[in-house]
């Protein structure tokens, strides 16, 4: 997943020969334009650093201001060099281009876990569930090229084709505050909501939702929970790519002020829902939580339990 080069604090490297050092590192020039990444502007396609040289790769679909997006890695011009002419660095936390280009590894372990569920419900009997994020790997990613070890369909499963079976007696939600991915069931609870809905304002960004409500047909095919808080409408998958950490720790912090009490946390979204107090990572339980310190550290501060 490659990151965003910007003007100023990245370089680019490259030499015409190993004299007078094995090559230089010059830092892009600002290109004058209304797209920034981490107070500093965004180099694209045709953008130049300091000495002069352009920038020659990018994404193939990212844009800013019309021209394509440079990353960490693509090529720069202007020198017959003895090393690759490239953007050396990059922006921390904002990356572009294929999200979704990684190879998955889900353990036999992990499949077991999505085929049967659950077996034990945690201290205050409710069960701690797998949130599939619309399709997951072991490691909480959602890819969307993933293929699911339940039901070896491929990419976010179409919630719709289980409706039939036990259907939500909430009324869609319709709200700006709230994007329902075209795969998700946006039928959820009014409590849930409402919630939602405080939470977008308070945190000061639209949600995007990769899961919402499952019928019991849904929630099997894609190897939930058994007693899933989606199949009653009471929990939804927040799309967390593209945020920090930091800014992830203040939704999650806002959620729990808001009202939510399960919160599980993955690489790539949030899962929040109404049932009671727990907290768990992209494992299914707390033993993975210590992989996200930004959360245990807020979830510890309400009581949770972390470890």
């Known amino acids: ?167 939500s007696t909430f009324e869609r939600v319709s709200d700006p505050a709230l994007n329902f991915l075209s795969h998700t069931d946006p039928r959820i609870e009014t409590r849930l909501r409402n919630i939602l809905i405080r939470i977008a304002k308070k945190w000061g960004q639209n949600l995007t939702i990769t899961s919402a409500y499952r019928s019991p047909a849904y929630n099997r095919k894609v190897g939930g929970a058994k007693t899933s808080m989606h199949q009653r409408g009471k929990a939804t998958d927040i799309v967390m790519t593209g945020y920090s950490n930091s800014d992830r720790a203040k939704f999650i912090e806002i959620a729990i002020n808001e009202g939510i009490g399960g919160v599980g946390v993955y690489n790539t979204f949030i899962h929040l829902d109404t049932g009671g107090k727990r907290a768990w990572g992209s494992n299914g339980s707390r033993r993975s939580l210590p992989n996200y310190p930004y959360a245990q550290t807020v979830l510890a501060k309400y009581g949770y339990a972390t470890s």
């Open 1 to 167: 997943m490659p990151s965003v080069v910007r003007a100023n604090v990245d370089k680019h490297v490259g030499h015409e020969s190993p004299t007078p050092g094995a090559f230089h590192q010059t830092a892009y020039a600002e290109p004058g334009i209304t797209v920034f990444v981490n107070d500093e502007q965004v180099i694209r396609k045709g953008d130049t650093t300091t000495c002069g040289d352009p920038a020659v790769g990018s994404a193939t679909n990212v844009y800013a201001e019309d021209k394509l997006i440079h990353q960490k890695g693509d090529a720069t011009g202007g020198h017959e060099s003895w090393v690759a002419n490239k953007a050396a660095s990059g922006s921390p936390d904002v990356f572009v281009g294929n999200l979704f280009s990684y190879a998955v590894n889900v353990t036999p372990e992990h499949e077991a876990y999505l085929r049967d569920g659950q077996t034990a419900p945690s201290a205050n009997a409710d069960f701690i569930e797998y949130g599939d994020g619309g399709i997951s790997n072991g490691d909480g990613e959602f890819l969307s090229n993933n293929t699911s070890a339940v039901n070896g369909v491929t990419g976010p499963q179409d919630s719709s084709t289980g409706n039939a079976d036990a259907p």
